[in-house]
Structures are given as C-alpha cells and as structure tokens.
C-alpha cells in the first residue's frame, strides 16, 4: 500500500512555545489510524497543521505524492482534505442545510443535494433537523453535522479531531458505529482522540503522541493490549 | 396629519440613504470585527465624484441629462469599489493579526487622508450640485409632497437592499460570507477563500456606500470635504441600532434612525436632532445592548 499522507519531522510553534517538536507519521490509502494523546499533546496543532490553519515551521506534509506545508487552508481541502474540527465549529447561526451545502462549496453546485441525501441517509437526525439553527442542536448532533459537513467536500483523507469531545458515551459509540460505515466506503480517516478505546476499534493503526512527540506506533490490536497504553489511557492500572 | 406623512417621507429618503451607508459599516463589522471609520469618507469621496462627472459632462448651461446622472453614479461606484479594495490591502490587511486597536487608528488614519485629499483636490468649501441635474418633478398626495429625487432614493434603496439581502441569503457566496463572519477557520475548512470573502465586502460595502453618497448630494444639493464625519456617524449609530454584524439590521436601524430623526424634526426642534438621535442610540442600547437583531442564538457547546 501506498501511502496516501505522509508526516515527517513537522514542527510547529506558537511564538517560543513548540507544540510539535519533530513529529511523523504515514496513512495509507483506505486505512484508519488513530493519534491517541493527552491535552496538550498537541493533537489539534497537528490536526490544524495538516489542513493548513497552522504554518509548520519545518518538516514536511506529503499528500498525494504533493508538499502541503505553505498551501492555503482552502487549496487542501480541493485537494480533498476534509476536517472535521476540535469543537465542531458549525456555523451557529446558520440552518443544518447550510451548513452542509457549504461543505460542497468547492465543488458544482449540481451535485450538492446529491451528496446532501447521501449525508441524510448516513445521519437521518439531521434530516430531520434540516431548517433548524446549528447552534441549537444537541452536542452530538453537531458532531454528525461537523462530520457530515466535512463529507460533503467528498473527501479522500477525513480529519476528524476528537470527535467524541464532551459527549455522552452513547452517543460516542453511535458516532463510531457510523465512522465505521463512512470508513468502509473507503475514506481513508486519521483520527485524534482522548478516548483511546473507542479510537482503537475504529482504527487498523495508531500513535501516541506524547507532548509534541510521537512515542509509540503500532496496529491498533497491540496498542490495545499493550499495558503502556491501557495504563495511560484506558484506565486500567 | 400631512406634517406626519411629509416627515413620514422625508425620514424614509434620509433613511434609506443612512441603510445603504450603514450596511459597509456592517458588513465589514462582521466579518473583521472591525470598525472601518474611513467607509464615511469613502461615501464623500463617491458625492465628488460624482458631482465631477456631472458637471463636466452636464456643461455650464445647468441642465444635464439624466444619462449624465446615471453616468456620475457608475464612476462613482466603480472608483470607490478600488479605493475600498485599496483601503482594505494598504490599511487593514497588513495588520489582520495585529492588535485590535492597530486596525481602528489604521482606519481613523485612512478617514482623515481621505477626507483631506477631497479637500486638497476639490475643495475645503461647501460645493453646490447644479440645479435640474434631476427632474424637477414633484407628485402632490393629499397635502404631502413626494420629490422625484425623493422617489428615485427611496425605490432605488429598497431594490438594492432587498438585492443585498437576497443575495447574501440565498446564494452560495452569500453564505460563504456569513460563514465567514461566524468562523473564519472553519469557512476556510470548508474551502473558502476567506481573503477573497474579506475583499468582496469590501468592494459591496463601498458599492453601496458611493451610492449612498451621492444620493446625499443630490438630496441636499451640496457636497462639503467633512461631511463623512456627520454621515458616517448617523450610519454607523443606524448600523449599532439595528445590531452591528446584523445585515437586516443595518437596513432595518437605517430606516428606522431616518423616520425618527424626520419626526424629531419635525414635531421637537431640528436643532436637537443629533442629540435626539443620540437619546435613541442610548435608550435603544439600554433596552437591546446587542441591537435590535443583533441577538445571538444560544450555542450550545
């Protein structure tokens, strides 16, 4: 397999402070890796580095055999980079149905209520929710909206940065019962999370990233067995 | 009775100007949460080039066409639009990441070197727009009295702000703009090109505003370097009144400040009018801090 991203030695910083201090990584085509991490790790700086929010101060992001480090934010997502953003980030004040529609804002705008009912048949909540305000949706429905907002670019490498953040456990575990569907459709997904185990059965692959450091790398099956990981991460001492 | 409609007209024509003046302001509000104290200088700047274009073109003789009017507002428009993309790339962009306040002495730096080019290429006294420039056609209804330039304001501002609005609503860069009033990185994460959202308002806001302006030429016959300082005001305080960053609600603060300062006019004393408008920006901020659509809808996070 060849791979479809590929990370090598990216810093990044915020002023003096570096949050990734040489960080690596690959996914292949069709694989779901997962970053496992605690806050401050840097998670979300390399969730936001990889689409272009944040400028690394060296190293390199290879997408598609293509350099994305110094690409606009919104070059990456033609180039079919989807996020999904910590937070969710939909846009408050406009309807569900606008908010999707904007996911498909790089492509013809003959086929946005295609791939509107393909996103309705994978989250039928939102179909139900179409005219309502965003913000006045439960925090997991604004999970899927996040996400189905990111499908709606069509995407072949999905972002998804904690998307089980502040949500019932419930919920979490239907949202990556359809992350699971989106994945079998053959969206190759990198995914970052503080729910190790849920992260983990989702994933083929997965990383630990320790303060802006990737310290760990293995299938997804022994990261789970491994008592590093269950000792810090999945509770179990 | 016919003093309340007179007013009730008067106030609609002046309001309908303050909209199309106060909807720059909240434009660029919205999205930059910036307050772009040039946009009333940029409005002046489209009455004297308008008047310029009338006056040349009309000749001495005092009675220019009406494709003369319709000229001078194409030339206005269009030189305004690049000195509000230029204000945008020389004054705002390159302190996009600056401090706040870097970005508010920028635009009060920018009103006062417009104001005083106007100044230096025209000049500092009160210019008159010559007479007849517009019909003189005026309909008599019952004791009120409609101008046709009165007329002309107030349709041709409803069709534009009823454009505007359809236009921000109802197609996709309509919504990548509000999208990126609400959340610049996530409108970026959906692939929009944020600066070029950021430039559009700004060619919008001053299309507007140089229509706005010249339509205060003509209402008022006259044109004076300084006159963004009381214009821009009486928008910017119609764009708070409504909701800054709230489109409807420039419009809506527009009309509104126009009809109240008619009546003010009108019933009180014309002399008060300022701080009578004042009175209502204070009372309405008591009531409403957020405007009167500026309300925010509860997030949930």
């Known amino acids: 397999m060849s ?141 899927m909206l996040a996400i189905g907002r990111a499908l709606m670019t069509k ?65 997804a099956a022994n990261l789970l067995a491994s008592s590093q990981v269950q000792e810090a991460y999945l509770g179990k001492g | 009775m016919s003093t309340l409609f007179q007013q009730l007209v008067n106030g609609l024509t002046v309001g309908g100007i303050y909209a199309l003046i106060a909807l720059g302001y909240t434009m660029v509000y919205g999205i930059l949460k910036l307050i772009n104290f040039a946009h009333g200088d940029l409005c002046v700047l489209g009455a004297f080039i308008g008047l310029t274009v009338i006056t040349s073109l009309g000749g001495a003789s005092g009675s220019p066409e009406i494709w003369v009017v319709g ?106 703009i509000r999208a990126s009033a609400i959340d610049q990185d996530a409108a970026r994460l959906m692939g929009i090109n944020v600066n070029r959202v950021i430039v559009s308002v700004f060619i919008l806001g001053p299309a507007l505003g140089a229509i706005g302006g010249l339509f205060i030429g003509l209402y008022y016959r006259q044109a004076v370097f300084d006159m963004g300082w009381t214009y821009g005001l009486n928008a910017f305080i119609a764009a708070i009144i409504g909701g800054i960053g709230n489109i409807p609600g420039a419009m809506l603060g527009g009309l509104l400040l126009g009809l109240f300062n008619a009546l003010a006019g009108g019933y009180i004393s014309s002399t008060w009018q300022q701080a009578i408008t004042f009175g209502l920006l204070i009372a309405i901020l008591l009531v409403r801090p957020t405007g009167i659509l500026g309300e925010r809808v509860a997030e949930k996070v």
């Not at chain 1, 969206?187 to 630990?208: F, H, P, S, W």
């Not at chain 2, 302190?95 to 025209?122: K, P, T």
């Open chain 2, 71 to 176: 000229l001078a507002f194409v030339a206005a428009i269009i030189a305004i639009c690049c000195a509000g993309v230029v204000l945008e790339f020389a004054a705002y962009r390159p302190l996009r990441n600056a401090h706040r306040l870097s970005a508010v002495v920028s635009a009060l730096g920018a009103s006062m070197m417009i104001e005083n080019g106007i100044m230096l290429i025209w000049s500092p006294q009160t210019l008159v727009f010559p007479q007849g420039v517009l019909p003189q056609i005026s309909w008599h209804v019952g004791g009120v009295v409609i101008t046709f330039t009165q007329l002309m304001i107030i349709v041709i501002s409803l069709i534009l702000m009823a454009s505007l609005y359809l236009y921000v609503n109802h197609t996709r860069f309509g919504t990548a």
């Open chain 1, 3 to 143: 791979d479809l991203l590929s990370v090598s030695d990216l810093h990044v910083s915020y002023g003096q402070i570096e949050a990734l201090k040489g960080v690596s990584l690959r996914v292949a085509e069709g694989e779901v890796v997962a970053i496992l991490g605690s806050n401050g790790a840097g998670k979300t700086t390399l969730m936001r580095s990889l689409s272009g929010l944040l400028r690394a101060k060296s190293g390199s992001i290879t997408y598609d055999n293509e350099e994305l480090v110094g690409r606009r934010a919104d070059l990456i997502v033609r180039k079919g980079i989807a996020q999904s953003p910590e937070g969710r980030r939909v846009f408050g004040t406009l309807t569900v149905e606008e908010n999707l529609d904007l996911g498909a804002y790089t492509r013809p705008i003959s086929e946005t209520a295609g791939s509107r009912a393909e996103v309705y048949s994978t989250f039928p909540k939102l179909q139900e929710r179409r005219s309502q305000l965003a913000g006045t949706l439960s925090g997991g429905e604004q999970q």
């Open chain 1, 155 to 219: 995407p072949r490498l999905l972002l998804l940065d904690e998307p089980s953040l502040g949500l019932a456990p419930l919920i979490v575990k239907d949202i990556f019962t359809k992350l699971r569907t989106i994945a079998e459709t053959g969206v190759t997904i990198l995914v970052v999370e503080q729910n190790a185990r849920m992260a983990l059965k989702l994933a083929d692959r997965g990383y630990v990233l320790e303060v802006g450091r990737m310290a760990l790398e293995d299938s």
